[in-house]
């Protein structure tokens, strides 16, 4: 299976600033997704990142909250925007494996926003 | 909102035991995948259904999928200390670009006594 790589691990931060969390592949993928937990809660996906076009947003989330950048087929970023302590999440992002579709995560980012 | 939902939320059984948890979901699906996750680390991939496959073994580990009843069940045979985690299912509805988006259910948290 891929592995994945988040970088930070985890960091706090204060309201009002950004946070750009990196996801880095160790294989050629076509598509990326980036999920939010909350504490004590399950999983929710935020968005999904194509290399070359703009990512596909669920709905509650919006572009201008949680701006993502896929330049390539290994690699992607995630911002968390003008923070409130509501945003205070672990963030994950995940690949799928296209012969399987079984889906990889990695590690996390724990976020925590002051 | 979320796909799935799980039953029970928590269990708590004596190491040797079977652990059974289960998933119900309200849209058609692709597949699903059961995932383990512990203290709010990173997600194990643990196993993938398809919609057209009706049981799935892995080690100690087997899946069912009932898509007349849209559910599907995670049964963990002699169970071990180290099974203690949360465990969540996942449903994947295939998106047009490529792959599948994943929803999850709220999980299963469980505790394995020695």
């Known amino acids: 299976s891929a592995v994945i790589s988040q970088k930070p691990s985890r960091d706090i931060c204060q309201r009002g600033t950004s946070l750009t969390i990196q996801c880095q592949v160790d294989?050629?993928?076509?598509?990326m997704f980036w999920y939010r937990q909350q504490p004590g809660q399950s999983l929710t996906l935020i968005a999904t990142?194509?290399?070359?076009?703009?990512?596909?947003?669920e709905s509650g989330f919006v572009i201008d909250k949680f701006p993502i950048s896929r330049p390539n087929l290994t690699f992607s970023t995630l911002t968390v925007s003008n923070m409130s302590p509501e945003d205070s999440s672990i963030y994950l992002c995940?690949?799928?494996?296209?012969?399987?579709?079984?889906?990889?995560f990695g590690p996390g980012t724990r976020l925590t926003v002051l | 909102s979320q796909q799935g939902e799980e039953d029970p939320q928590a269990l708590s059984i004596q190491e040797g035991e079977n652990a059974t948890m289960n998933c119900s979901y309200k849209?058609?699906?692709?597949?699903l995948q059961w995932y383990r996750q512990n203290s709010g680390r990173g997600l194990v991939h643990l196993i993938l259904?398809?919609?057209?496959?009706r049981e799935k073994h892995s080690g100690r580990l087997r899946v069912t999928l009932d898509t007349s009843k849209k559910s599907s069940s995670l049964l963990i045979t002699a169970s071990r200390a180290a099974d203690t985690a949360s465990y969540f299912c996942?449903?994947?509805?295939?998106?047009?670009?490529?792959?599948?988006?994943?929803?999850f259910g709220g999980g299963t948290r469980v505790l394995v006594k020695p």
């Open positions: 849209t058609s699906i692709n597949n």
């Open positions: 990142a194509n290399q070359g076009s703009e990512a596909t947003y």
């Open positions: 996942a449903t994947g509805e295939k998106i047009k670009a490529a792959g599948n988006k994943l929803t």
């Open positions: 259904i398809r919609s057209n496959e």
């Open positions: 294989s050629q993928v076509t598509m």
């Open positions: 995940s690949v799928e494996e296209s012969a399987y579709n079984e889906q990889f």
